[in-house]
């Protein structure tokens, strides 16, 4: 449900340049973001700092596309937001030796413990290069094909990639995992 949630300002997005344009779209969504903020703070009366980020890319990245009128910038969003957390986790696990997405995923997994600091080291760079591939991407997708594949990329392709990607990483992992029986 939480990933239905998430998906949200982007599912607007969709439906608001399907009936719209682009800057119709981004409007939306930057409205949609700012309501998913107020209600996340509503119910738990904490926002989460990816959604902090999320909240001032979609504002900043939107509003230069709505007062300069040009969609280059909300399409850069994406690339950035996607950069933003690869460059974060990379930099974080070799220069800090902090791993975020252990930190993230440790309470739910519990890896076998002859090699878990290595296979967390696996999956935060895993993660990495899973978001810089589709910074990338969005920039491939964004500057070579129409706005309306961008847009349709955007909701359809990077979320079926996204999951693709967890399911994948979760078969992996499983070799992985402690045997809960034991």
Known sequence: MKFLFDLFPIILFFIAFKFGDIYTATIVAMVATIGQILW???RHRKIDAMQWVSLVMILVFGSLTIFLHDKTFIQLKPTALYWLFAGALFISAQFFQKNWIQVLMGKQITLKEHNSKSIWHQVN????TFFFFMGALNLYIAFEYSEETWVNFKLFGSTAL???FVVLQGVWLTRHMED???
Do not use: D, N, S
């Not at 760079?125 to 990495?128: K, R």
């Open 125 to 128: 760079m895993a993660w990495a």
């Open 40 to 42: 996340v703070y509503y």
């Open 162 to 164: 996204l999951v693709i």
């Open 180 to 182: 809960p029986a034991k």
